[in-house]
């Protein structure tokens, strides 16, 4: 039976965590260097105007090469060799690219971790330095420009204006306000409809 964690398992995880990361950080970023030098990133309008690869086109391939290759048509303006090292290097970047999204949730959240601890930590001691200046007149000076920041509010906020998230919201609640009045008024024509269907097969013939 593997006995329980402690506090200080936790701590020398995360260090140990943090320490890979600041490693792998150092490589990613020359990496990505090395490649923005190397390589012009594509436009988004290029992208748009790029015929876009199919799915399953990677078993179908190979099939069109050995084709053309049976049929003659293997050539400059067909190059069946370069088309099947473009598909291998496709796959290769396809593993790269997984590594990578993996490693960049990795580090979403190491970063997420990060910078709540240190804001957490700064916080408890603002809260300290406001103690403190009370009785320290030098301090209290020293402290506006923190305690103005801590004050800050957006302007809308503010004001008492809604924010983004609150609009959004209420324009969520408006758009579902008249699909339910809709409702109600198509429901409402549709039982008109229906009594003055009943009411006419109830009329008795002259």
């Not at 594509?42 to 049976?70: E, H, M, Y």
């Not at 969520?172 to 198509?186: I, S």
Request: no cysteine.
């Amino acid at each position: 039976m593997m006995p329980p964690s402690t506090p200080e398992d936790s701590n020398e995880t995360m260090a140990a965590a943090k320490a890979s990361a600041e490693h792998a950080l150092v490589m990613l970023s020359d990496a990505a260097d090395a490649l923005t030098a190397a390589a012009r990133p594509s436009r988004p309008v290029d992208k748009r105007r790029t015929l876009r690869f199919r799915k399953g086109a990677a078993a179908v391939i190979p099939q069109i090469g050995t084709l053309l290759q049976s049929a003659g048509l293997d050539g400059a303006a067909l190059p069946v060799d370069a088309m099947l090292a473009n598909l291998e290097h496709g796959k290769d970047l396809a593993v790269l690219v997984q590594k990578l999204e993996g490693a960049a949730r990795t580090f979403r959240d190491l970063h997420f971790h990060a910078t709540t601890s240190s804001w957490r930590t700064a916080l408890q001691g603002y809260v300290a330095l406001q103690r403190l200046a009370v009785d320290d007149a030098a301090l209290a000076e020293s402290l506006k420009p923190v305690a103005e920041y801590m004050a800050y509010r957006h302007p809308l906020t503010a004001e008492g204006e809604a924010t983004k998230a609150t609009k959004k919201a209420a324009a969520k609640l408006e758009a579902a306000k008249k699909r339910v009045a809709k409702r109600a008024e198509r429901a409402k024509a549709a039982l008109a409809l229906a009594t003055e269907t009943l009411g006419e097969a109830g009329e008795e013939p002259a």
